[in-house]
């Protein structure tokens, strides 16, 4: 049986903002086996300077990456999208083991297959380090609540 994840392509701009939004909630459960499934077993990825290939890297990456970005919380906002690819903008908060707090702003390229699986994710990412007062991301961790703000309603 082959797996799918709809929304599949072609995109209308209410299915790519749908994509959008189960990404971010994905990524809030900080659960990278859950998280890999939104991706072909081959996908192909550049974090950063980072470059992985397939579900078992993935998830060794999300695995790492949660054990060092404490409370972590996200934000993505669509920005564009065509038949079968998306941009979005993103930020997310997260600390460090001493407490020091960040905030990382980014983009993402999206491809999808016809499964509507993310065969492609490249991603360009900066931190900035920010004060605990400064922190604008303060939900229960967890899927962001859809009444609170969005990057755009935050000045993000």
């Known amino acids: 049986m082959s797996e799918s994840r709809p929304p599949l392509p072609p995109f209308t701009f209410e299915t790519a903002a749908q994509k959008v939004r189960m990404a971010e909630d994905g990524w809030n459960s900080r659960d990278p086996a859950r998280v890999s499934l939104a991706y072909s077993q081959d996908s192909v990825w550049r974090n950063r300077a980072e470059f992985l290939a397939g579900r078992p890297a993935i998830v060794e990456f999300l695995s790492h990456k949660w054990a060092r970005e404490l409370d972590y919380r996200l934000i993505k906002e669509l920005w564009a999208f065509t038949d079968n690819r998306i941009a979005v903008r993103f ?10 707090w960040f905030r990382a702003y980014g983009n993402e390229n999206w491809e999808f297959g016809e499964d ?6 490249l991603a360009s990412i900066n931190d900035l380090p920010i004060a605990a007062a400064d922190r604008l991301f303060h939900w229960p961790l967890g899927a962001r609540p859809a009444d609170h703000p969005g990057l755009s309603e935050l000045g993000l």
């Open 91 to 100: 930020a997310y908060e997260w600390r460090d083991e001493a407490d020091n």
């Open 116 to 121: 509507g699986l993310m065969r492609r994710r």
